[in-house]
């Protein structure tokens, strides 16, 4: 009798053990997540030279930033060593000119300490959900972008009312029940991981965390459901905010995660 493997314990082991197969598990887990990440490419401001991508998974949408800003310089993060590993081999196989601009961070959010004022651009796809309170981190991300720099987030928020999550919830496992989908098994298994990982915070709350941090012009420019993209702008150079206002007139502090 084979004996059943014990439940990962974390969300980055969760993940790290499907690292093989998360190209395709993860378009029969997340509906229109083809869309999802075409929305927030078209989203991206161009001319970055310095770019921080939080959880690069296997390395998908990786390719796909590098081919948006070929010159650029490149942080990928991700707390799943298996998922650095992938994104590391693909990126230098599609891109082996351009590794020297490659740095890989397998860390998790929490514990990511960026230099300040080091990045104009932070992208992130169906990652920070896994961070339980984003406060520090959006603190972490306002220090590190340098003055008008942008943070372009894809992921899953929470209804801004228990009806409404639990419309967004019930909407979502429909599709994993969808033909083609996941199996009942694989259906008990994210049930779990989402159960034990994950935390979908409503995009009011995420707005006031990000304004609390020193952002500016946050929005959220597509939704559907659970999921949605928001965008946020750290203010021009000389641009007080209330939260600089706490921290005084220049942004000089080097927050970490």
Known sequence: MVKAQPFPHTAQAYWGSKAAEYDAFIRRVVP??????????????????????????????????????????????????????????????????????????????????????????????????????????????????????SLCVADGYGGESTAIHALHLDRWQAFWREPGNLTSEEIDQVRQHVAQHDHYMPLGAHFRALENAGFCECDCIWRDGLFAIITASAPRSGVSTDREGERGEHRTDTHGF
């Not at 869309?35 to 990786?62: A, D, N």
């Not at 990126?91 to 890989?104: E, I, K, M, Q, V």
């Open 32 to 149: 229109r997540y083809d869309e999802i990440t075409t929305r927030l490419l078209e989203c991206l401001p161009r001319s970055r030279s310095r770019i921080v991508e939080l959880g690069c998974g296997t390395g998908s949408l990786s390719v796909r930033l590098v081919e948006l800003a070929p010159d650029a310089s490149f942080t990928f993060v991700d707390a799943a060593p298996e998922m650095i590993e992938t994104a590391r081999l693909r990126l230098a196989d599609r891109f082996p000119n351009a590794t020297s601009r490659f740095r890989f961070l397998p860390l998790r959010f929490e514990d990511l300490a960026l230099e300040p004022n080091g990045c104009e651009l932070v992208v992130s796809s169906l990652s920070l959900h896994h961070v339980a309170d984003p406060t520090l981190l959006y603190r972490g991300l306002y220090a590190c972008l340098a003055p008008e720099g």
